[in-house]
């Protein structure tokens, strides 16, 4: 996080700078409020990933007085000033870039913003290079740090979804495991399901297939993972099995 930006939006100091586009994203007028939030979105993001890096927690209550205060200035900036706002923020780290592209796509629930945070997600586990190195916190962080920017269901259960198959197939070629391992990867693939059921109950047919594929793997893996893969299938094609019944009807209706 850059602090000289924190400190500028603080105390109320204005940049003057005349932008009209933020790194290839167009800000259109008629969505300053939905701009502002952005921004504040953005700085309460780019403070929490400071502050991780840092070891640090804030403290309780300081976050949502800063969070208000930083809104309230926003309100009173011009658009220019927050234009340069965004761009200094922008180039202060790459968590900022993929959080601002994510939040300009949130409607979209594939794209290369999806496809950035689906690589930090692949890369824990099968680098382009050397050995994965499973740092599986990094990994979930990035599916919240999707969701927080985007608010796309969709596009979250893809990453759960993305995050569960790379870590099945890990251990199930590596032969790698262990209770925290596998509590993780069931943890994000409860997470999934509740989404799926709650929320995007329609979204089941674009990802059964990814779904149903996970329980090949279910006789290569102990630890009660193999039987868990099991269960969570035979619950996504029963619950699911109406539906996946009247697509695959009427997918041989003559025209």
């Not at 913003?113 to 680098?127: D, G, H, N, T, W």
């Not at 259960?157 to 790698?176: K, P, Q, R, S």
């Not at 925290?180 to 709650?198: D, T, V």
Request: with cysteine.
């Amino acid at each position: 996080m850059n602090f000289f930006v924190m400190n500028m939006v603080l105390n109320g100091a204005f940049i003057v700078i005349r932008l009209t586009r933020v790194s290839g994203i167009c800000i259109n007028e008629n969505r300053q409020h939905a701009f502002i939030d952005c921004v504040a979105a953005l700085i309460s993001h780019a403070a929490c990933v400071n502050l991780g890096a840092m070891n640090e927690k804030p403290k309780r209550g300081a976050q949502g007085a800063s969070g208000s205060a930083i809104s309230r200035q926003l309100k009173e900036w011009p658009r220019p000033a927050l234009l340069a706002l965004v761009k200094d923020l922008y180039d202060a780290s790459s968590e900022n870039r993929h959080f601002l592209h994510a939040r300009f796509q949130a409607e979209d629930a594939g794209g290369e913003a999806l496809e950035a945070y689906r690589r930090k997600i692949v890369a824990q586990f099968f680098p382009a290079r050397g050995e994965g190195k499973l740092r599986l916190a990094e990994a979930r962080k990035a599916i919240r740090d999707y969701r927080k920017a985007t608010g796309n269901v969709a596009g979250t259960i893809d990453l759960l979804l993305t995050y569960v198959e790379n870590g099945t197939e890990f251990t199930a070629d590596l032969g790698y495991g262990n209770e925290p391992y596998f509590n993780s990867l069931e943890s994000a693939a409860e997470e999934m399901k509740a989404l799926l059921f709650k929320e995007e109950r329609e979204c089941y047919l674009k990802f059964e297939e990814r779904i149903v594929r996970l329980e090949k793997f279910s006789n290569r893996i102990g630890w009660g993972y193999g039987d868990y893969l099991r269960e969570l299938v035979c619950w996504f094609e029963n619950e699911f099995a109406d539906e996946t019944t009247n697509a695959n009807a009427d997918s041989h209706i003559a025209p």
